[in-house]
């Protein structure tokens, strides 16, 4: 183990700070902000999974919302039939985890647009699904009624319990995460993004390494889902059609694709701005929109590549490795 | 039969018009490796145009249809490369695929909020008479559309094989370094593959709208069709894009009528993740040798 650098030391207080900060902030808020404070937490877990899968990986996928879908289903469907929520969540990640498995097939034959055309089709193939067999997902009416989890003394009935509830689960799948991008898997997963035939050539098993990328990336999908659940405590199959798919593509994109901490600044940008742009009423997605092609001009590597640009000019220093660096360039 | 003739003109139609659509995309696929996500867009907004044009301005509707037209080239071929493409394609392919979906959101909202969210009449060019061929009674305006379009498509052909500017976009795409030396004009030819693609959205749009009416979400399932389109015939060729069209066009007609209307949108896109699975370029294409 080498030691803890400067750097290393700021950015753990850093964390620990943004974790204070993410503790007292709903706080004395009205129920309306913490719920919308839950939705950032829950859409930052999707886009940590999509991260993976097309930050770290390099694999592109538009059927994040998909995964969001099984998840919400599975946990809903089990426990209205009275499971507890956390017996329900075990199915709702194994499925998606083997769906995601399936899905990466495709990716073992085609790539970029092919690949995003492939994962589209498989999301609009989910939502018709899900509309079309109401014997089973209530069809356009949707489920409703789902209860929220409740641990004896600790109960998430309010929004405040349930964002904790949320945050908790947040702070896991980003540690988890982190342990993954820090195995030799992660490396893997890099090495995949940089160079497929270097990779395959340096002994880097690309096929398992690509299916794992999408099954891993999955999970977290069904994670979310499986989140969003109990926080509406209604869903229907619009909630995960294609527009969502774009709208966490977008989280990953606008925070940085392959930055750890991309994701909470997308989901942030991508959640909270129409909430600040709601006093321009039915404009928020024409500016939100302009705004997105504006930055993906200026600044493509996403809004967590900005300081990084910044210090780049002002104080150059040697390449490194794209493989060891955080952050890709998405061909 | 007739019941069958019927709808397979009918579908046939339609097909063109997604040909149309299909077609413009593998063009600017080929020459600048842009996949336009906003392409149904493209498609919905030429409508606006000439709806702005008749309505705001107070043109007459067929020198509102030039001026749409027109507008279009300029906004959808010019303004589209020239602001959104060029800053952009040297990020990478994946970074344009986001942009082109962002103005594809761009372009839904402007024509919601700026001209209106019901479906808006639109006149058509033809009538819309009934008439009969081997029992089947098909609308003029279908036998007329698949018509025009196919007519397009032959005019476009022409022009890209037999005239010099149309070689020369031909050898852009296929290998614009040796374009180049050869003395071609490449960033000309990439620019004019742009207004092409304008100007066949354009068209798609003035043929299919008298019958979907203007909606500002009538591109969401357009444009998916005609991807899907171009990727099933082949992503490479025209023809292949054309086949791909009437393919689409006539299986989804048959499959609402004979199989089941509730999964009719599902069958172009089995039909895609199975093209792409088992023969990537297509029925028509050829391989690219690129690793796609």
């Not at chain 1, 994670?223 to 709208?247: D, K, M, N, W």
């Not at chain 2, 374009?179 to 960033?187: F, M, R, S």
């Amino acid at each position: 183990m080498r030691g803890l650098s400067v750097r290393d030391v700021w950015r753990s207080v850093a964390i620990a700070l943004l974790l204070v900060a993410a503790i007292l902030l709903p706080i004395g808020q009205k129920n309306y902000i913490i719920y919308v404070l839950t939705s950032w937490l829950i859409f930052t877990i999707a886009a940590m999974g999509l991260n993976l899968t097309l930050g770290y990986a390099g694999q592109i996928s538009l059927a994040q919302a998909s995964f969001m879908a099984i998840g919400a289903y599975v946990t809903a469907l089990l426990t209205l039939a009275g499971w507890h929520w956390l017996a329900a969540l075990p199915p709702a990640l194994i499925i998606s985890f083997v769906v995601g498995l399936i899905l990466g097939y495709p990716a073992l034959r085609v790539k970029g647009h092919f690949l995003a055309f492939v994962t589209l089709a498989f999301n609009t193939l989910v939502f018709l699904v899900l509309r079309n067999e109401d014997w089973l997902t209530g069809g356009t009416y949707g489920l409703s009624g789902m209860p929220r989890p409740d641990f004896g003394l600790f109960s998430t009935d309010k929004h405040l319990p349930f964002y904790y509830f949320t945050l908790g689960i947040t702070v896991i799948a980003a540690l988890a995460l982190w342990g993954i991008v820090r195995s030799p898997w992660g490396r893997a997963f890099k090495a995949l993004r940089e160079n497929p035939v270097r990779a395959e050539s340096l002994g880097v098993d690309t096929r398992r390494v690509t299916l794992l990328a999408f099954a891993i990336g999955s999970v977290y999908g069904g994670l979310a889902g499986a989140l969003i659940t109990p926080l509406v405590q209604f869903i229907e199959p619009g909630s995960f059609g294609l527009a969502h798919s774009l709208r966490i593509l977008l989280m990953v994109v606008v925070g940085g694709a392959g930055y750890f901490f991309g994701p909470f600044i997308g989901a942030a940008v991508v959640i909270l701005l129409p909430e600040v742009l709601r006093f321009t009423e039915g404009y928020y997605l024409i500016i939100y929109s302009a705004l997105v092609i504006v930055m993906l001009v200026f600044v493509p590597s996403g809004l967590i590549g900005v300081w990084g640009r910044l210090k780049a000019k002002v104080w150059p220093k040697q390449q490194v490795r794209t493989d060891m660096a955080e952050g890709a360039g998405l061909q | 039969m007739s019941q069958f003739l019927q709808v397979f003109l009918s579908g046939l139609a339609t097909g063109a018009v997604y040909a149309l659509v299909a077609i413009g995309f593998t063009l600017v696929w080929q020459a600048a490796q842009t996949v336009n996500f906003a392409q149904g867009e493209f498609v919905m907004v030429p409508a606006f145009f000439v709806l702005i044009g008749m309505h705001w301005l107070g043109l007459s509707f067929w020198v509102a249809l030039l001026f749409g037209f027109a507008v279009s080239i300029v906004v959808l071929g010019l303004l589209f490369k020239k602001l959104i493409v060029e800053p952009i394609l040297p990020h990478g392919g994946i970074t344009l695929i986001i942009a082109t979906m962002a103005l594809g959101i761009l372009l839904k909202e402007s024509a919601k909020e700026f001209y209106g969210a019901e479906a808006q009449p639109f006149p058509a060019m033809f009538p819309g008479d009934q008439i009969d061929v081997f029992g089947a009674a098909v609308s003029l305006r279908d036998l007329l559309n698949l018509v025009i379009s196919l007519g397009i498509v032959i005019l476009l052909t022409l022009f890209l094989n037999r005239t010099r500017t149309g070689r020369c976009m031909q050898a852009t795409a296929q290998n614009p370094g040796v374009a180049e030396i050869l003395g071609v004009d490449v960033k000309r030819m990439v620019l004019y593959t742009f207004l092409i693609n304008a100007a066949l959205a354009a068209l798609a749009s003035f043929l299919i709208t008298p019958v979907y009416l203007a909606k500002f979400s009538n591109g969401e399932t357009l444009g998916l069709i005609a991807f899907i389109a171009a990727i099933v015939g082949g992503f490479n060729q025209i023809r292949g894009a054309l086949v791909g069209g009437l393919l689409i066009g006539v299986l989804d007609n048959l499959t609402a009528t004979y199989v089941t209307a509730q999964y009719r949108a599902a069958l172009p896109l089995v039909l895609l993740i199975v093209i792409i699975l088992v023969r990537p370029q297509g029925i028509m294409g050829t391989s690219e040798g690129r690793a796609v």
